[in-house]
């Protein structure tokens, strides 16, 4: 029995190493393909980038090897430059305002009212529509002469607005186009965290006597943080890649005064075909994208260690 016994251990532990390898040479067969789709699509455009922002390249003509004269060139390009104040700008208002907005929309949601079902459905709305269709809507609304918004304007006796037609209020315009379209996903995520909070710490303050105002700064901001950096990542990410309602709307217009990196990107690449110089946008603009995402995950982090 006991030489039977050793024979089936000693059998047993050499399949073991058998079975790893078998599981090893699976492993491979799996891991490869995946591997060769994430070079594909994803290294390699990367790679080639950095290597055409480093070539003065216009379709259609030959490549000249340029090494780091693109980059120098944006530095001193003051259009560059003032479409990265712009995007900065553009994405403040449109993190910061639909962020205030969508906590005091969910606080409100959160209570309990006559046809709130409704009012929730009314205020998603506008977040299931496409972006071009959005456009499309505000810019008729936007008319100098034709539009709705002006007619309302005139009713009320206040002065029509230029709204897009001018610098001064193109970005802020954009930016109200912007939180109507996207205000309700920050909504949706904030009424979620507030319908996974606990009741135990509110039934606690109210029998010391605190104020709603005091539940809400100490205990439901703290609680909520979480969630709230997540609807900032969110928003932040969405705001920073915006281009589709910007270029529908105004081209960048009037002028320059609505040309984000996104629009100044695209015009290099496919208006001015600089296709070399536009690469070297692209690598700046992910290297600004990075800085905020390490930023972001950072605060994340703090938050969730808090």
């Not at 700046?284 to 605060?299: P, Q, S």
Request: glycine content about 6%; charged content about 10%; hydrophobic content about 55%.
């Amino acid at each position: 029995m006991a030489g039977s016994a050793a024979t089936l251990d000693g059998t047993a532990a050499g399949a073991r190493p058998r079975r790893r390898q078998n599981y090893a040479r699976r492993y491979w067969w799996f891991v490869v393909p995946c591997g060769a789709v994430v070079l594909g699509t994803i290294i390699f455009p990367w790679v080639f980038t950095v290597y055409m922002s480093m070539h003065d390249f216009k379709l259609g003509g030959a490549r000249e090897w340029v090494g780091s004269a693109n980059y120098v060139k944006l530095v001193s390009d003051e259009r560059f430059l003032l479409s990265i104040m712009r995007t900065l700008y553009f994405t403040g208002l449109s993190v910061v305002i639909p962020m205030v907005l969508g906590l005091l929309a969910a606080l409100a949601f959160a209570r309990k009212f006559p046809l709130r079902g409704l009012a929730r459905t009314i205020f998603i709305l506008p977040m299931m529509a496409t972006p071009v269709a959005v456009a499309l809507v505000w810019t008729m609304m936007f008319h100098p002469q034709l539009g709705v918004l002006n007619w309302l304007l005139q009713q009320v006796g206040l002065p029509p607005s230029m709204w897009v037609y001018s610098p001064e209020t193109v970005i802020p315009t954009l930016v109200m186009v912007e939180v109507w379209h996207w205000t309700p996903l920050v909504m949706l995520i904030l009424l979620g965290g507030l319908a996974s909070l606990p009741i135990d710490p509110y039934e606690a303050a109210k029998i010391d006597g605190a104020t709603p105002w005091q539940a809400f700064w100490h205990i439901t901001l703290p609680l909520l943080a979480p969630f709230l950096v997540v609807a900032l990542i969110i928003r932040t990410i969405d705001a920073l890649k915006a281009f589709d309602t910007i270029y529908v709307i105004t081209q960048g217009g009037p002028g320059t005064a609505s040309e984000t990196i996104n629009i100044f990107l695209y015009l290099q690449a496919f208006a001015y075909y600089n296709l070399g110089y536009a690469s070297a946008v692209v690598v700046v603009f992910f290297a600004i994208i990075i800085l905020l995402a390490m930023v972001l995950l950072w605060t994340r982090a703090r938050v969730k260690d808090a």
